[in-house]
């Protein structure tokens, strides 16, 4: 084993030539972000460890000495692709260890956790894995990995990762615009049959009010307007508030909301079972909380709902969504479905159509069941075959694209206000974002980036809305 003196040498000063290596620049990182929001975080907090630690971020892959995957394991094909990828980085290794320059590679993210050593047996190219709960351990282990060892961390910290994690330099946040995610929670309790979350993110822990705060504050002096919480349960959240109450994720909206330079929130993604009536109440009374609500329900069919251990039947979900829309009128749905799981017959596949019916979503994801090792649904018998599940994808899929079509026809002719996000792809003009998650492209006129505008759609994109600045609106 290498002595910690050696780790040091190689980390000597950059910029000062040692006998045996040629002048350099800084190190460079690439991160490649496979998966969910709290994976696009997740990098970005890495990025800052490694910055903290002399790696400075590029996005072109030739000129990074540290490639990162930060993978996803939700679903096969996710996993596989990573695989595919460590195919290829093998290929440049070599072509760089021709040329004599260090490239190290890492895996990081969900297949990390859930692979662990595997990986290293399985792709040859990479030097170091870590999951997602050691991220603030990544620069020791990058050091390690340069002396030559082949490294996983992938053991539960003890210590809590955001206390050790370094906040990022203002240039950078205001670099990175004026949307930003915060995740205030991680993991899930709830074993859904079909899911792999927790077993690869653990059980629900929740970030302190304090911490949460203070990491908005800053988001906000950076120029962020929006800010999106998030969590795998997100609605799951609770912490012990400054006046020693319990709070939900309902009181933290309400005191998030209070940040100046903090127009718009949004959180996601929820559980119904912990929707409670504090942040229903938050849809009802807080301008600054988005009318956009991801509310995963994954079948609408009970007996699948219980097979998969969602905790609820369909009626319920639809109860619930009365309550929501009561409190906030304009709020727009978004779900998660899951077609092909064991047992669906047609007519429970039904079932999902006519709740999907009912509800009318304005946007919905929707994947066939994709057995994940180690999970009570991957042991269950009677799985349908790829044919069926490839046939009710495409009718699902096919209602719920009509449905977010409609959605977006019915905006033609209103106004709204929309948060002026980055330069638009043609000269003069602008993309601004909806309050319901669309691209809103209008004149470069109609505001700077930052600003919240009024803006009249007159007409439709492809995937996106056309509109003008109304004045005084
Ligand atoms: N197969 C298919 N889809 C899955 N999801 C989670 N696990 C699986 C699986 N094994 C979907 C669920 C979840 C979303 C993030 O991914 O719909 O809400
Ligand atoms: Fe997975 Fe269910 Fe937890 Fe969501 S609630 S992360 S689907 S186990």
Request: proline share 5%; aromatic share 6%; net charge negative.
């Amino acid at each position: 084993m290498e002595t910690d003196a050696t780790i040091e040498d190689l980390d000597a000063p950059t910029g000062a030539p040692t006998n045996d290596r040629v002048a350099e620049g800084p190190k460079k990182v690439f991160v490649k972000t496979y998966g969910c929001q709290m994976n696009v975080y997740d990098s970005q907090r890495m990025s800052d460890a490694l910055a903290a630690d002399g790696y400075s971020s590029t996005e072109k892959i030739e000129d990074a000495d540290l490639i990162l995957l930060n993978t996803c394991h939700i679903r096969e094909k996710a996993a596989e692709k990573v695989y595919s990828e460590l195919g290829r980085l093998r290929q440049m290794k070599n072509e760089r260890a021709l040329q004599g320059r260090e490239m190290l590679v890492g895996v990081t993210g969900c297949v990390a956790q859930a692979e662990g050593s595997e990986i290293l047996r399985r792709a040859p190219a990479v030097d170091l894995v870590v999951g997602p709960q050691t991220y603030h351990r990544l620069p020791d282990v990058v050091k390690k990995a340069r002396s030559g060892r082949r490294i996983v961390e992938t053991e539960y910290a003890i210590e809590d990762k955001f206390e050790h994690l370094p906040q990022p330099k203002r240039a950078e946040l205001a670099r990175r615009g004026v949307t930003a995610f915060l995740t205030v929670q991680e993991g899930c309790d709830k074993f859904c049959t079909f899911c792999v979350v927790p077993y690869t993110r653990g059980s629900e822990v929740s970030r302190s009010v304090s911490q949460i705060v203070s990491e908005a504050e800053r988001l906000a002096e950076a120029g962020v307007r929006e800010v999106t919480l998030l969590g795998q349960n997100v609605n799951a959240w609770h912490g012990e508030g400054p006046d020693g109450t319990e709070w939900g994720l309902g009181r933290l909206l309400f005191r998030l909301a209070e940040i100046p330079g903090i127009a718009r929130l949004r959180y996601t993604t929820s559980h119904p079972r912990d929707m409670d009536d504090d942040l229903i109440a938050a849809h009802r009374d807080l301008r600054v909380l988005m009318p956009y609500l991801h509310l995963p329900v994954q079948s609408g069919s009970d007996r699948i709902l219980k097979a998969m251990n969602r905790q609820h039947k369909a009626a319920d979900y639809l109860r619930l969504l009365d309550r929501i829309r009561q409190a906030r009128p304009d709020i727009a749905l978004s779900g998660d479905f899951i077609v092909g799981f064991p047992g669906e017959s047609d007519a429970d596949f039904e079932d999902t159509m006519r709740l999907v019916e009912e509800v009318q979503y304005a946007s919905a994801y929707s994947f066939k069941y994709s057995p994940r090792p180690g999970t009570p649904g991957a042991e269950m018998s009677d799985h349908v075959p790829e044919d069926i599940k490839d046939d009710r994808l495409q009718k699902l899929q096919a209602l719920l694209t009509r449905q977010q079509n409609e959605f977006a026809a019915s905006l033609v002719g209103k106004t709204f206000e929309t948060l002026i996000e980055k330069p638009g792809r043609k000269a003069g003009q602008v993309v601004g974002r909806s309050p319901w998650l669309q691209p809103v492209i209008v004149d470069e006129s109609a505001g700077k980036i930052g600003d919240i505008v009024s803006v009249r759609i007159t007409r439709l994109g492809t995937n996106s809305l056309y509109g003008e600045a109304v004045q005084g609106h």
